[in-house]
């Protein structure tokens, strides 16, 4: 869990709690007020990173708080968050209680790291952005605001030069338990502060923005935009606004003039910087021929940005699909039927009958189900390999005797396309009228289970 290293700052003492279930490593991190140890969890047996802060003098009332606010953090869970696994307050010493966090352990370098290689490509400066604005999000639905968004506190999961970059947030949350008076300034943060926060007014959600603006505009420049001391970072931005130069690409930059604006009211919201960098995204993606834009929806952002919001891009199968699947391959009496979910650039499969289980992504220009999803109708296909633009698709390649396919979208609440069922059959078929209304029918029934769990995630959230 790489953390921004400072001088030397006395390291805390251990509370029981933290020595007596984790192993404690080397230091892999220190601040002003805390320090971040590689440790292993003895009783799971996984890899984490514990970050313990300084024993601080506290009323048995802010204890209270103290303690109700780690719960609290602990339960954010988001693919853009560094995963908080515990998190509590260590009343040993009752005149000063210790709060420690124990989170996981992410291989990534941190943003601030990366960028001292130079700026990231625009495509990989939407993905991670992207991902950070929904982390950031997340976090601001449950009531927390992050304070602290510098490039030190982004992790990087890098999969490659051309593929997707990934982004996750650590420290959110962290001031709500620790109290924001033990936040110092350090030049490091100082150059990401807000105006309103150098004017002595208290952070919102849109201060937030601002400081994700700082850094996303840092990652495409490779520059850092205020610099100097602590007070000459801090005040520079009352001077002049942030210079987005006219290297940056167009879409791009709209988003962080967006989010740079001095006034908080004026900034963009995240789902706008969501939306706004998803159509900077696209893009890109048709820019280098990796997206046709026959296949793209009406309005392909909000599209697109929606497969994020119902967070059905996992690795493993979804086991509550499988009974759907099960379903329309009996219905129609096919071999495979499968769910998949299309992101702005590729299909994802979330559950499959009668497909190799190492078939897990298929590129947007190559896969079908973009079809139906890019029309929002179910579509009949009779013969699949009569189509050239699907002819490198993997499914196909991998099962030489498939011929026929039909889907219907998944289709959202408000009318957005976010996948498809989709089956094939080993035979030249025309799905007919009936059969097509069965496969939408069953494709509701995958909207309506994932509706449900978007409304229960937002009910949690309003408790």
Partial sequence: MPAEHRAASPEPRLPPAITQRYRLGEVIGRGGTSTVYAATDTLLGREVAVKVFAAKAVSEAELRVQQAEARLVARLNHHALVTLLDAGVDTSRPEAPQIYLVMERTPGVDLKRRLLQGPLPAKQVAYLGFDLAEGLHHVHEHGYLHRDVKPANVLLDDRGADTRLRGKLTDFGISSIIGSEQGEFTTGTAAYLGPEQVEG???????????????????????????????????????????????????????????????????????????????????????????????????????????????????????????????????????????????????????????????????????????????????????????????????????????????????????????????????????????????????????????????????????
Avoid: W
Wanted: charge should be negative.
């Fill in 201 to 463: 007014d208290d952070a919102v959600p849109a201060t937030d923005v601002y400081s994700l603006g700082l850094v996303l505009l840092e990652a495409v420049t490779g520059r850092v935009e205020y610099t100097g001391s602590v007070i000459e970072a801090a005040t520079a931005r009352l001077e002049r606004d942030p210079v987005v130069p006219p290297t940056v690409p167009e879409a791009i930059a709209v988003v962080l003039r967006g989010m740079l604006a001095r006034r908080p009211d004026d900034r963009l919201t995240l789902p706008e910087v969501s939306v706004g960098l998803q159509n900077a995204l696209i893009a890109e993606l048709i820019r280098e021929r990796s997206l046709d834009p026959a296949l793209l929806a009406p309005d392909e952002a909000v599209r697109a940005t929606a497969v994020h919001r119902f967070d059905v891009l996992g690795d493993a199968p979804d086991e509550a699909f499988h009974r759907v699947t099960y379903l329309a391959a009996r219905l129609l009496r096919v071999p495979v039927a499968f769910v998949s979910m299309v992101d702005a650039d590729r299909k994802v499969i979330r559950s499959a009958r009668g497909l190799d289980g190492a078939l897990q992504e298929v590129a947007r220009n190559e896969a079908l189900c973009a079809i139906p999803v890019a029309t929002g109708r179910a579509v009949s296909v009779p013969d699949v390999r009569a189509d050239a633009r699907i002819a490198g698709n993997p499914i196909l390649l991998h099962d030489e005797a498939l011929t026929s396919y039909a889907a219907a979208p998944l289709v959202t609440y408000d009318g957005l396309a976010i996948g498809a069922l989709g089956v094939f059959d080993r035979v030249r078929r025309d799905f007919d009228a009936d059969e097509l209304r069965d496969l939408a029918e069953l494709a509701a029934v995958i909207m309506r289970e994932l509706e449900l769990r978007l409304a229960a995630r937002r009910a949690l959230i309003a408790r």
